[in-house]
């Protein structure tokens, strides 16, 4: 561990030594590129002509060029959305010219994204991390919610287990649940409470959603084990608005708005974002022999049981909202962007299933909501050029109610009980003892993100994260709950470093980064905190070959340190364990990515390996005594994951896109012993069980612009399928395996059709998911929804 | 996380890891039955794993490899809950507290198959902490850390009562009881058991029995208080904990922290019910951990002749520094007992082992699964009381931490 630190802090010497060895000299050209509502476009090609240099905007919108000769130029800039623009300039010797532009948009050009230049996903796709960019745009016309989205992507498994709102599993290259970790905006998503959840969030708030695989670049400021999601939303656009509603199967209501104001002359702006989302999720439940899967009533004599061939769900409505309204001011002297925000989030839920559709709840409900305010602040140029800083702070006050109160007892698919209220049972819930246990959260964070642009070659970023929780649990109808009712508190720094240098015409980005993460907790109000500190590093390198194929490395060694429920309870159903280590993971990714454009044919092409060597892993344990059921963590001896995903997709002209996708990954036991001696473990080497290994997508989208003799109008068919390898429920070579419980391969058809009306603004969606009606499993053999049909209108402006 | 080691013990009053390994604690006790037609297997074994549980036949103890490899049947959705497995004879029975099913099996030939699954709602927890045969067919469980019970006839597989034992008067308010034991005596049924305090949390250090009618389980009555040991009997199905001797039978106590009653003071040992009493011998207790320097015990088999094969937690004072050190520190001992001498007839000549509790008797010997941290298996050990000879055996490959589980089919 030392030795690598001291590796760490020579490697970063040495490149703040290359910085300074850089010389300053000669003329240059910098300016930042905006749209017209004078926002900063970030990730614009700029390109100088004839020398052929090229640079991209950062994340504001400026851009550099060093080390020019005086002469003739001819500036190019080109960026998805906008139309191209191009101007001449003459250069002074030693002059540093001052250049900003101001792009018009181009709606037209939506559908032409693959041809004029690289788009947003393409410019972080080539940053050296391995990392899948999904623009959502293509998205926006349908009833997706994040998790369906990002569910077509490589690498990318989310296990469901039921409808809208159900729980999830989040899994990247194999590593899945507490090491994934979430962001909106580069903020924490716990740091908004328990309400905000990606299978909640319509797609239509977002623009852009970035999965890092394993490697997470330090302005994500978090410990992840093994990858993190960052959801870019459609924010600051100046003005725009996108109002969405859906209506479906299982009397399934969505509905999203989202707009921004700016007024030009005050710079004052007003963000709203807001979604409702209600389901009665009342899908149909199936036997399936195949899958050893039979939904048993008892008979009428209660002598045995009979098999229903088909049930529906009948206590699983789900509901959701969340309002967030931001004020601020943009463009002062002081701040780029000064906004304070407010968010409410509320969720209504009522439970059908355990952990595995044999358990079945009839009257357990969870409810929840937040409110989060919050203030961030941006500014590109503080005191030097190059310097540019955005701050977030937010304050999150979350209550949840789970309530088992029901004596009713032993549900069945028929949706009837086995037992009535019975009063030699009087305490008797559905879960255990009756309960309405409260879980009181409170978090607050704060983030600083700092960027120094030094020159064209070297960019440095801090990202400073601290990040405060206490938590209170109690059973208001416990007549002796005095033991239960503990508040604790836990403290999360997370310092993050990052030097970007790139080279031979930026063919070569190379990230160099490290991270430290502090941790201090209080198990109980009356106890002394304590501390402890770890250090995470990494890099990733890319190397453009040629014009069209780029290879890219990254390693992490990466942190997951234990949350606060892990380490501390929840005073109720989960009882801390103190001695959790954090989890540790060394994570290397290896990708080649491909992208050629022929006329109107663009083709692209992305593969990768990975390797995940995870220690010390946090797994939740089952125990109990006589006061009933509980969980726990434990450091387990961990997993080894090795794998390789790749992506085709081409497309010609607005015409047709297509795109395949497959991952494959063998995560395995990495335990080599038997705990107390020096016996391998049979399993050792075996890959772990009930995860799918194998999975791809398919997605075809054929459109036609300026159908029916009208112009700006468009009709666009999709086909969408996801395809899911069988997999065992247990280890797969120990037992004889006729009597193996396996869940049967699932090849699941989706289509869509969406009808345009002037340039996008009006769009009408009909989607059918499931076509098939196919009976899908998940995680320990859930049930997901069957056929379903969904309609969605939309309204979408970008500029009014 | 802070690098520390508590003492936690406390936190976990009564708590035993699922995992724990377990024994059935009725087993026919078929004495000689002669050899075996070729190619039937007389025994089996259950493997629980972290993501998944199998039952193998075996065909041999005493030779071989014994590997869940490919092989067994896979039982990972049926015996979902380890601990409510019950086995007599070639018969598996388990209460499924997910789907709240209670079911009958059968393991011949290798092959688990269902003889009948019926619903099972009838108490409120539907994880077991004891049960009992009343007589060859008639089975009763009873839950976890409560006083619920349900009475089954095995052959017809239905349920014949369930309900919750009404104390009547005989316990003060805000006071319930736990059941570690049940015994038919006569025409009552005898419960030994713990009384807890629900305001303070507290349970007391103190043996409780009463006897019931049989069969109405009516008339509760406290028949007296024992403060010698405690807890008189399990707190989990599956922990042998009695076993009957010339008619009197024999209860141990766990007072073990961790994996007991997490009652450090008091001492492991076997309490005497007299043949058709309700109440423990108060002339009689067999005091095991006076002669083992203060250590406890945990019950593996009954051998005959009034003799019990023991496992002593040896040292654990010193030797247990975290939790996980009671399943994984080599500290355990088998030892056999004599509750009619009342002493410690023999300690087998093993290093000191991991924590195990397997083991079947066949023709008067008992083949023990030996759980040696330094050895490259878990090993069966035949042991032969009458010769005092130990033998080594079939080796068992597998076992995740935990011992895997030896049955006896006939």
Known sequence: MQIKKILLTGVLCVCIFCVQAQKLIKSSIKGQVSDEQRQGISFAT???????????????GNYQFQDLSPGSYTIQISV??????EQKVVLKESETLSLNFSLKGSQNELQNVAINGKTKATKIKESGYAVNVIETKQYANTNSDINQVL??????KIREQGGLGSNYSFSINGLSGNHIKFFIDGIPLESYGSGMSFNNIPINIAERIEVYKGVVPPYLGSDALGGAVNIVTNRDRGKSLDVSYSYGSFNTHRTAVSGSYTYPKSGLKVNVNSYYNYSDNSYKMRSYPKANVYLQVPSKDKSGFDTLSSAKRFH????????????GVADKKWADIAVLGLTY?????????GATQEKIYGNVDANSYSIVPSFRYRKNRILVDGLSATVFANMSISKEVRTDTSSFFSYRWNGQPDELPNPKYPNRGEMGNKSILHYNNNNALVQLNLNYQLSDQHLFNLNYNLNTTTREGYDEIDPYNQTYNKTNRVNKTVLGLNYQQTFFNNKLTNSFFGKYFGFSGRPDSNKPAETAAYYGYGLASTYKITEELGIKASYEHAYRLPGMVELFGNGLDVIGNSELKPENSDNFNLGLFFGKTIGKHRFSADGSVFYRNAKDYIISRAYSNSQGAYSESANEGGIKIKGADFELKYTYGDLLSALVNMSYYDAVDREKYVQGTNREKITYGSRTPNEPWLYGNTDVSLGKSNVFGKKGNRLQFNWYMQFVNDYSLSWSKLGDEKTKDYIPAQWIQNIALTYSLKNGRYNITGEARNLTDQIAYDVFKQQKPGRAFFLKLRYNINSF | MFNKTKNRSLLFAGALFVAASITACSKSKGGDTGPTPEGKPEFAIHYSTSKGSYLLPIHDLMSGVITPVGKGTDVTNIFTWGENIIQKGKYFYTVEPNSGKFGKYNFENGVLQTIKEIPFSAMSYLYLGWHTWIDSKTLMIGGRGNSEYAVIDTDNMTIIKSGVFDTGKELPKDHTLSINSITPQGGKVFLTFMVRNEVTKLTYDTAYTAAV??????????????????PPGALRNGYFHKFSDQGNTYVLTHPMPMLGGNKPNMPTGFYRIKDGSTVLDPGYFFNISALTQGDNQLGVEYLGNGKALLINARDAKNQVKEKNDWWYKPMWEYIVVD?????????LDFPLLLNSRSAVVHNGKVYIAVNDAKADA???????????????????????????VLYKLN
């Open chain 2, 339 to 347: 509750v009619n001498s009342q002493k410690i007839v023999k300690k």
């Open chain 1, 80 to 85: 998805v959305g906008f139309k191209k623009l």
């Open chain 2, 378 to 404: 878990i090993y069966i050990w035949e042991y032969d009381s009458n010769t005092d000879k130990l033998t080594k055996g079939a080796k068992v490959e597998g076992g995740d931490g935990d011992t895997p």
């Open chain 1, 151 to 156: 569910s077509r992507s490589t690498g990318v």
């Open chain 1, 46 to 60: 700029i390109k100088l002509l004839p020398v052929n240099k090229t640079v991209a905007t950062d994340q504001q």
């Open chain 1, 345 to 353: 989030n509320n969720v209504k839920n009522e439970r059908q299933t």
């Open chain 2, 213 to 230: 009618d049989y069969p109405t389980l009516a008339n509760f009555k406290i028949t007296g208080k024992d403060t010698r040991s405690a």
């Open chain 1, 316 to 327: 699983n409505d789900y509901q959701s909202y969340m309002g967030q309204l931001e004020l």
